[in-house]
């Protein structure tokens, strides 16, 4: 019988987790003469008591795991570990807070088992619950990206996906750092077959994602796969060149021919600021590609645990 891993990033979610387990339980369950389970919980250091309902679970159910991190790492990170430690054919990647429904993973796997596709993936076909801020915001990132990057990201994808083994050890090949998720399952091909639900809320506790941070992770997704911001900024840099050696051109011109004195400091001053405006711009963004280099060129670990289910 086929094993399948369930992998939960879990980050101070200790009012979801009883739900989510209830919920996913009943799945299991009903799927019991398909599929074997494990689940692989990731404590992605929580400050409330999500860790003590870790260590419940894994004393009342023999088919719970749980890394527990020495800090906040990140969800990136978090579904790096639990797809690391992971044993199952097949993996699935879940929220804690029941915004992926585990009533979908029957027909997830289901497809798998076609043998035609090697992971089965879940879009959100409306951003119902999120704020009008979030949702233009989003909406523009995507259109952005498309332009930028030659790795398609999928509008609405939600990281909660079904993959076959050898997927999973694709997307564990890449041990980048700074991981977008979106983008490495995309980068490592294999048929993908999407499936669509309606957006659904939260069952417990609040979102952990701010405007700032999302905007971070939507740079970070950029800088991680394309590097056209470079070209850009050379682009713009020969652009300017050219516009000054036009005015070089006419001023030249103008004095020899008329003997007018340049006149007027105010049109220089403001030539002044939009020069040095987009010359900063411009070393921001080489600065971002050289930072994240740097990140990398260290090799720190993309986790550290603290605790797992073996130390009970
Ligand atoms: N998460 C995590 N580490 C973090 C932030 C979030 O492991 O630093 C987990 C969180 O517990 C949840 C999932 O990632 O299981 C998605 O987070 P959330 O529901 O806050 O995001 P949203 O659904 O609002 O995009
Ligand atoms: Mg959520």
Same mark, same amino acid.
């Given at each position: 019988?086929?094993? @399948? ?16 387990? %209830? ?5 299991? *369950?009903?799927?019991?003469? %398909? ?15 999500? !860790? ?74 409306? $951003? ?11 909406? #523009? ?16 994808? $939600? ?16 041990? *980048? ?16 077959? #999407? ?13 952990? &994602?701010?405007? &700032? ?18 070209? @850009? ?17 006419? @001023? ?12 007027? &400091?105010?049109? !220089? ?8 405006? @987009? ?34």
């Amino acid at each position: 019988m086929k094993k @399948i891993s369930i992998v939960v990033p879990c980050y101070n979610e200790e009012e979801s987790l009883p739900l989510f387990y %209830k919920e996913v339980d009943k799945v299991t *369950e009903k799927m019991s003469k %398909k599929a074997d389970f494990e689940f692989v919980f990731v404590n992605d250091g929580s400050s409330d008591k999500t !860790l003590e309902e870790l260590r419940k679970l894994a004393q009342k159910d023999k088919r719970v795991h749980y890394l527990s991190f020495s800090r906040n790492f990140g969800k990136e990170a978090a579904m790096y570990a639990g797809l690391e430690h992971a044993k199952g054919d097949y993996v699935t990647t879940m929220d804690a807070d029941l915004q992926d429904p585990p009533s979908l993973l029957e027909e997830m796997f289901d497809t798998l088992e076609t043998k035609e596709y090697d992971c089965c993936a879940t879009k959100s076909t409306s $951003r119902n619950g999120y704020s009008f801020l979030r949702k233009t915001f989003t909406k #523009w990132f995507y259109k952005i990206i498309a332009k930028l990057s030659k790795t398609e990201m999928v509008e609405g994808a $939600r990281d909660f996906r079904l993959m076959t083994r050898q997927m999973v050890d694709a997307i564990l090949s890449m041990k *980048e750092y700074n991981r977008y998720s979106k983008g490495l399952f995309s980068f490592v091909g294999f048929n993908t077959k #999407w499936i669509e639900y309606e957006n659904q809320d939260r069952v417990a506790g609040t979102t952990k &994602w701010n405007f &700032w941070k999302l905007f971070a992770y939507a740079i970070d997704g950029i800088v991680a796969f394309s590097t056209t911001p470079l070209l @850009i900024a050379a682009f713009v840099g020969i652009l300017f060149c050219f516009i000054a050696f036009v005015m070089i051109v006419i @001023i030249v011109v103008k004095t020899l021919a008329f003997g007018d004195p340049v006149s007027g &400091w105010p049109s !220089l001053a403001c030539i002044i600021f939009l020069v040095g405006g @987009i010359n900063l711009f411009c070393t921001g963004i080489i600065g971002e590609y050289l930072a994240k280099t740097y990140l990398e060129t260290k090799n720190r670990p993309i986790y550290i645990i603290k605790e797992t289910e073996k130390d009970l």
